[in-house]
Structure formats: structure tokens, C-alpha cells
């Protein structure tokens, strides 16, 4: 005997005479097991002539129904299930956040923390400010999460004036304006995003924090952005504080 056959698995041998034998002798094995019902067939009774099984047709209608509530209802349990994993990430990075002493810890917290804190490759702190025609940003492989000068008004151009959060499922589908000076140096490598606009108050000065994933659908329309836009708060709060504290407000 080979070995193949010597380890193969025996072969459903089971007749469908033995399958009505068995639920004959147990009468109540739908009663006990009535999520069978859903995937069943029911029989289909010939009237003759013109006439149509009306019950036959409702009970394929209803089966299909249960079938459409499940998957909502599992779809449901997934999005609960992403939320609250979003608000603990929050929690925890809203805490880090605060407890920052200065700007140097601050930004530190923003580019070496979130990005752990959030499962994502990328983090950047965009700013609106002049003085991105003097500085040109430069990132590396090993560390590509930083602070970017970005042009002014490219945070309008790049979500819409009205938009406080953009997530984008596949960057190779939608167009986003400045994509490739907000993730400048990995541009290629991001597949999906989420995008935050925030507004220093002090100066009225236009910032973004945008995240960068190397796979797609990470980020998406369905998800939602409660969560987000607190934490944008607090990034715009502290990091407004401590730039006017270090009094580097005014050099940017």
C-alpha cells in the first residue's frame, strides 16, 4: 500500500437514505439546530399549468433576507470593534500628548509614538509657512515619519475647504493635491492615508497630520472620525503652545 493511501483521508461514504433514516429517528434535530433553516432548500410543489409556488418563492425571499441581515449585522461587530480599538489608540496618544514638556518632546511624541500607537508607517506634521521655499525636508528610509513645510493653502487644495478629515482607501484611485509633498520621499510606498486639518489659533497658521499605510483599505470612508478629530484638538492645542512658548512662532 502506498503511503498516500495509507494517510488519506476516508471518503464521506454517508447515503441520503441514512441522512432521512437519521432524522426520522430524531424528530427534533431541526429544532435544536434551526440556523439550517437559512441555507435549506425548500421544495418546490408543481401545481400544474400557470400556477406559481408563491410559498416557495417567499421562503427563498425570506432566507435571503436572513442572509443579508447577518452580514450587516457581522459588519457591524467589525466597525464596533475598529472604533474601540481607535479610542484606546487615541487615549493613549491624547495622554502622551499632554504630558509633553516642550516642543522638542512634543514633536518626538507626534513622529516616533503615533506611528507605533496606530499600526501605520508613516506620520507627518505638515505646516503652511514660507519657509518651505528655504528649507527643502528630507526623510529617510529607517525613519520616513517627520515635520514637513508644506505651500500655503495646499491643506484647502488637498481635503476641501470644508473637510476637517480625509480617509482614502487606495491613494492609487483618488487624487489628492500635494500628495507627493506631503508624504514627500515615500509618496510611492503609501497606499492608503487619513489625512487631519488642523488650524494654530494664535496665528490662524494652517497644519495637517497625516498618516501613510503601505496597504490598502487601512483607511476608509466607513470608519469613523470622532476619535481623529479629537486627537487633531489636541494636537493643535499643544502644538500652538509650545510654539509660541519656544517663541519659534514667529520664525515659521
Known amino acids: 500500500m502506498a503511503l498516500e493511501e495509507a494517510v488519506s483521508k476516508p471518503k464521506d461514504t454517508t447515503t441520503k437514505q441514512q441522512v432521512a ?19 435549506m432548500t425548500p421544495p418546490a410543489v408543481d401545481h400544474g ?18 442572509q443579508s441581515l447577518k452580514s ?17 489608540q487615541v487615549h493613549e496618544a491624547a495622554i502622551a500628548l499632554i504630558r509633553a514638556p516642550g516642543l522638542e518632546q512634543l514633536l518626538e511624541r507626534i513622529i516616533m509614538d503615533l506611528p507605533a500607537l496606530f499600526g501605520v508607517d508613516i506620520v507627518r506634521l505638515g505646516i503652511e509657512s514660507d519657509a518651505g521655499e528655504f528649507y527643502e525636508s528630507k526623510f529617510g528610509e529607517q525613519n520616513a515619519s517627520g515635520v514637513a513645510f508644506l505651500e500655503q493653502g495646499l491643506i484647502d487644495k488637498a481635503m476641501g475647504k470644508d473637510k ?22 515615500c509618496s510611492g510606498i503609501i497606499e492608503s492615508c487619513a489625512l487631519l486639518r488642523m488650524r494654530l489659533p494664535s496665528s490662524q497658521r494652517g497644519v495637517m497630520l497625516a498618516f501613510g499605510v503601505r496597504i490598502k483599505n487601512h483607511f476608509h470612508e466607513g470608519q469613523g472620525t470622532e ?15 509650545c510654539l509660541n512658548d519656544s517663541g519659534i512662532a514667529q520664525l515659521i
Request: hydrophobic share 35%.
Open 21 to 39: 433514516d437519521y432524522l426520522r429517528k430524531h424528530p427534533d434535530f431541526f429544532r435544536d439546530h434551526p440556523e439550517l433553516f437559512e441555507i
Open 49 to 66: 399549468g400557470n400556477v406559481i409556488d408563491l410559498r416557495h418563492h417567499m421562503v427563498g425571499k425570506l432566507q435571503t433576507g436572513i
Open 72 to 88: 450587516k449585522y457581522e459588519g457591524l461587530i467589525t466597525s464596533s470593534r475598529d472604533n474601540m480599538s481607535t479610542l484606546h
Open 164 to 185: 476637517a478629515i480625509l480617509l482614502c482607501s487606495d491613494t492609487t484611485k483618488q487624487f489628492i493635491y500635494g500628495f507627493e509633498q506631503i508624504f514627500s520621499d
Open 227 to 241: 476619535m481623529l478629530s479629537f486627537l487633531a484638538q489636541i494636537v493643535e492645542h499643544r502644538l500652538d503652545e
